[in-house]
């Protein structure tokens, strides 16, 4: 309309400058002048509130550990609710063919045995051999359930983007964890905020309101009859441990300490995390596990003649009667529990490996292909180009590895 009145009020200015005030009516000519200023002024203002609304929304990618402070307030009926959209108004035709399959699709794809046995097996497998179970409330249950999903989703999807699931795994982990220190409901849901502004190319923030609004009109009385739902100590006990937790937690440098603190605590969070985590704040990352394995077609040599040699390595690499196709010297291997396989990138795509072995002297691990042993003559390998590279990686498998073998390894 604003453009309008404008163009009235520069037909009526032309007819002005050509002396043809005879034909226009100056007052109309006066009132479309001031009124088609006023819409553009009005239009204008509009344009420079919307930017700055859309600024302000943003949140800058920063995976920095953030202080904590002790909060007491403890009440857990408060409605943690995110902003709703209606299941079928989602496009989730589009975001399928972009992304395989989104957060909200994983989840709502499920059947209701499969989504709570996710939720519950999740928590389980986190709380390990930790005895206190975190006291979420009737919606702050509901917003840990979604987390719990979003965080099995990350482990899922780690390889399609191992920097930004990566990065997520990390921060979402470290805020699982809180909650069964005593961190309550409503300061819980303040910590995921950011976490999900930071990581919105994997999840936006309202579509993780969806999956929370799916889930409480949906699932809520299942989800209020898992243990994390009430928890199992006093209010005050609660208060104490966090009080306590807080100190801990803001006299550490970073990630890496805190992940070594939940796990010294029986927590299992660093189970599902398959890759190096630096504990330099400005450099999460410094390291991660999905290099490309190339595929070579060497003969290796077996030799069962190693009762002299040590039969450790590490914790969990043990000593192999395979030799080194480059070196000739014994191996050492590493077997990874069903179900625990892990994620490397090959020239081939992304396989779960089942059993990894390694030579220190050529910084070299190698794994057969699927359903095949070494022994056929046909491997993938992994060179490193430094000692410090080679003990990271090394230590990550050695993390997730076991000696007890498995029958299909």
């Not at 904590?68 to 609710?81: A, C, E, V, W």
């Not at 699982?176 to 999900?196: H, N, Q, R, Y």
């Not at 043990?318 to 010297?329: E, L, M, V, W």
């Amino acid at each position: 309309m604003s453009v309008i009145l404008f163009l009235i009020q520069w037909i009526g200015g032309v007819y002005c400058l050509n002396g043809d005030l005879e034909d226009v009516d100056v007052g109309i000519w006066v009132l479309c002048f001031f009124m088609g200023w006023i819409f553009i002024i009005i239009y204008i203002v509009g344009c420079l509130q919307t930017n700055t609304s859309s600024s302000s929304n943003s949140s800058p990618s920063s995976s920095d550990k953030e202080p904590l402070s002790p909060n007491n307030d403890y009440n857990t009926s408060q409605n943690l609710s995110k902003p709703t959209q209606d299941k079928q108004a989602q496009n989730t035709s589009k975001t399928l063919a972009e992304n395989n399959e989104s957060f909200y699709s994983y989840v709502t794809h499920m059947s209701d045995t499969e989504l709570i046995n996710t939720i519950n097996n999740q928590y389980k497998n986190i709380k390990g051999s930790w005895t206190l179970a975190p006291h979420m409330g009737e919606y702050g249950s509901v917003e840990f359930a979604a987390v719990l999903l979003l965080w099995k989703y990350a482990v899922n999807n780690f390889v399609r983007n191992t920097e930004s699931y990566a990065s997520l795994q990390i921060t979402l982990g470290d805020i699982i964890c809180c909650a069964f220190f005593g961190m309550t409901a409503g300061e819980w849901s303040d910590k995921v905020d950011p976490i999900l502004n930071a990581h919105s190319d994997i999840v936006s923030y309202k579509e993780f309101g969806n999956v929370y609004n799916y889930l409480r009109n949906n699932y809520i009385d299942k989800i209020h009859s898992l243990e994390f739902n009430d928890g199992n100590m006093q209010e005050e006990v609660y208060r104490q441990l966090y009080a306590k937790f807080t100190e801990i937690y803001n006299s550490t440098n970073g990630f890496k300490e805190m992940l070594d603190f939940y796990t010294s605590k029986g927590l299992k969070i660093k189970d599902d995390i398959h890759f190096y985590v630096a504990n330099d704040k400005n450099d999460i990352l410094k390291h991660t596990l999905l290099r490309k394995w190339k595929s070579k077609k060497r003969n290796l040599e077996e030799d069962a003649d190693i009762q002299q040699l040590p039969p450790l390595l590490t914790d969990k690499f043990y000593i192999s009667s395979y030799r080194c196709p480059f070196c000739g010297r014994h191996m050492y291997k590493t077997v990874f529990p069903i179900g625990g396989e892990f994620p490397i990138r090959t020239a081939d795509g992304y396989i779960s490996m089942k059993r990894v072995f390694t030579c220190k002297t050529c910084l070299k691990f190698f794994t057969p292909l699927p359903e095949h042993k070494l022994s056929c003559g046909q491997y993938y390998s992994l060179k490193l180009k430094t000692l410090d590279e080679y003990k990271m990686l090394l230590e990550t498998f050695d993390n997730h590895g076991t000696t007890d073998g498995r029958p299909d390894a």
